[in-house]
């Protein structure tokens, strides 16, 4: 079975700072894709960016980029410019596809981010 | 934003009453998920769905049945209540073809 870790439970940064979170995760499997989750106060979540195991470069969505190095197994998120409003609960997740897509997501316990004004 | 809904959003409830969840989908995606949220743990899975009728446990699913007559609506259902199952739950659908899910508003379950 797959396993997630997430080892900061709790960051503070301040506005407008760059914050790296880290994620490790183990598996046999060789294809799978990994996810960064937003839970903000609301509580919905929300997906931030996807990463494919088979793509050497690294996902990038605005702010939100990533450091994949699939042979350690690590896939750490960097939020550049950080804002009052990325404060929120950031979550890990692995998804190996090999079940056809029926299997669901396998999460971290999460890192509490908070930006400081 | 995906089209899940999830109902009740809140729900207080005694120890040993059936509760069942709804969730429902505009989307038309084949695959949908009920998960749990307890602090310390992330999410966790508890039932999926790969079709109509067609459903299987997760990791956390004892205490907990599912049933899905139509694509759209995908219950979860916990015949006796424990305190244990305080929790909040989450629906999800998926997969899109770069195998991410969708979440609903998820509900706050209380169990008294």
């Known amino acids: 079975a797959q396993t997630v870790t997430q080892s900061q439970p709790e960051m503070s940064v301040q506005e407008a700072e760059t914050v790296t979170l880290s994620c490790t995760y183990d598996?046999?499997?060789?294809?799978?894709?990994l996810f960064w989750y937003k839970q903000p106060p609301s509580r919905q979540m929300i997906l931030v960016i996807r990463?494919?195991?088979?793509?050497?470069q690294n996902a990038t969505e605005n702010r939100f980029s990533v450091n994949f190095q699939k042979a350690a197994k690590s896939f750490s998120l960097k939020i550049s410019d950080s804002q009052l409003g990325d404060t929120a609960m950031y979550f890990c997740?692995?998804?190996?596809?090999?079940?056809?897509?029926?299997?669901?997501?396998?999460f971290g316990k999460g890192t509490h981010l908070i930006i400081q004004p | 934003d995906a089209g899940i809904t999830q109902s009740p959003r809140h729900k207080v409830t005694e120890t040993g009453t059936p509760v069942t969840l709804r969730c429902h989908q505009t989307?038309?995606?084949?695959?949908m998920y009920w998960y749990r949220q307890d602090p310390g743990h992330g999410l966790r899975l508890i039932h999926y769905?790969?079709?109509?009728?067609?459903?299987d446990k997760g990791e956390v699913s004892d205490g907990y049945s599912v049933s899905r007559s139509k694509t759209e609506d995908f219950l979860l259902t916990l015949e006796s209540a424990t305190s244990s199952q305080t929790s909040v739950y989450f629906c999800?659908?998926?997969?899109?073809?770069?195998?991410?899910?969708?979440f609903g508003p998820g509900t706050r379950l209380t169990v008294t």
């Open positions: 598996t046999s499997e060789n294809n799978y894709y």
């Open positions: 769905s790969y079709g109509v009728k067609d459903t």
């Open positions: 999800a659908i998926g997969p899109t073809s770069s195998y991410e899910q969708y």
């Open positions: 989307e038309n995606h084949r695959y």
């Open positions: 990463q494919e195991a088979y793509k050497q």
């Open positions: 997740a692995f998804r190996d596809p090999s079940g056809g897509g029926a299997d669901g997501l396998t």
